[in-house]
């Protein structure tokens, strides 16, 4: 039970940071508001509302049991008492019956109080109308042959200071609430700018500077972060720089092996030596391509199908073909992953006959689907095959060239992108390349 209950509040609140700490703000005070407003209405605003409501009644009352005398002079003479003392403005109508009565509004506090003194006092015999005039209320009592008319202001039966208390409570909370939406703002505005750069970080982006700001411990977190990103940057280009240098550093012995390769008589021993030299170069080739993968780059922004059809013009036509979404804009290292998709098209090609890439827009990823109709992978092999240096060679034959960092590089292109490589068996009864980059 405690469980489900759990779930369900999770679900209704906020997920973000600012819309949390506002509510945390802002529902005590909402809560105190609407405490304040139901004990001012119960214990003073209808409370006064009764009993300024019974006065008026039991006025009126007065006024229609001494109405009754048969001096005329006496009945003028009590109506301009009453017009002058209670401000009323009092009327009969000779041979008029009771208009009919219209729907109760029972949410009206006025009303009810209203109907409930009037019911007391004169059974069913009236009528009153509180929403024809703005500031005044027609009231029709049942007299003899005919009606007896008042009008007198809303203000005998409704207290004014209901409106300024309306007011005053209404006001400070608002001005309140919007003093905690700036200062919360201020508070959470550090918080997201360190996901933000955490996140491109994540990415692979590369940026120079990031300044921390806001509370102290936001700070320090941030400054933290800060020096772990430049220990990261500093031992990623270390790596990729003595990677790259030991690939070029052995170029050179390997160049002078093949000059004095060309100077053996013995050319069955030259050919075979020759063919391990061609192996090496190009173990270091791929070895480079590894390191450069490693080297900042800016991002941009660009159709991701574009950049597909200016990679597949180097192809025949009849054995890659395409099938696109549309308006793919994304932002990514455009060299990187035109590296990344040359590379699958390349290892497609080499072990089948047929590539289809298609793109697809979900919601906040963009996946692109290489397949190709080749020998595929065994599923027990897939998390193996994008480890740097692996090779199967059980279902792709020996006689192939790579040292296997063909998918391992692949695979770190997407990653530093923040997306996902999955391989699976493809419809074309090979391997499907699936890669998925959030926008």
Known sequence: MFYGLNNLIKKILPKGLFYRSLLIVAAPIILLQIIITIVFFDSLW?????????????????????????????????????????????????????????????????????????????????????????????????????????????????????????????????????????????????IVNLAKA??????????????????????????????????????????????????????????????????????????????????????????LEFSRNQKNEETATININDLILEIIKKYDSKKVNTSFDKNLEINIRPTAIKRCLVNLVDNGLCYGEIVKISTKKTNGDLMIFIDDNGPGIPEDEYQNVIKPFYRIDKSRSQNKSGVGLGLAITNDIIRAHGGKMILEKSHLNGLRVKISLPF
């Open 46 to 190: 209808i409370k006064a509302n009764k009993g300024m409501t019974r006065s008026l009644v039991s006025e009126i009352k007065t006024l229609h049991d001494v109405y009754g005398t048969n001096n005329e002079d006496e009945k003028k003479s009590i109506v301009n008492l009453y017009n002058k003392n209670f401000d009323f403005v009092i009327s009969f109508i000779e041979n008029e019956n009771l208009p009919k009565l219209q729907k109760e509004r029972w949410y009206s506090p006025m009303d009810r109080s209203l109907r409930r003194e009037l019911k007391s006092a004169f059974g069913q015999s009236y009528w009153f109308n509180t929403t024809k005039y703005k500031e005044v209320i027609d009231l029709r009592i049942k007299y003899m042959d005919g009606i007896l008319q008042v009008f007198f202001h809303k203000d005998k039966i409704s207290p004014s200071s209901a409106r300024i208390f309306a007011l005053w409570i209404t006001l400070p909370g608002f001005l309140l609430i919007t003093i905690a939406i700036i200062f919360l703002k201020n508070q959470t505005r550090p």
């Open 198 to 287: 955490a996140e491109r970080f994540g990415k692979g982006e590369f940026f120079k500077e990031f300044r921390p700001s806001g509370a102290k411990e936001i700070r320090q977190a941030a400054y933290e972060f800060d020096r772990m990103r430049k220990r990261i940057s500093v031992h990623l280009n270390q790596r990729s720089e003595m990677l790259s240098g030991i690939s070029h550093d052995l170029r050179t012995p390997l160049t002078r092996l093949k000059l004095q390769l060309a100077l053996i008589k013995q050319q069955d021993l030259a050919k075979k030596m020759s063919e391990d030299i061609d192996e090496m170069e190009r173990m270091l080739n791929e070895y």
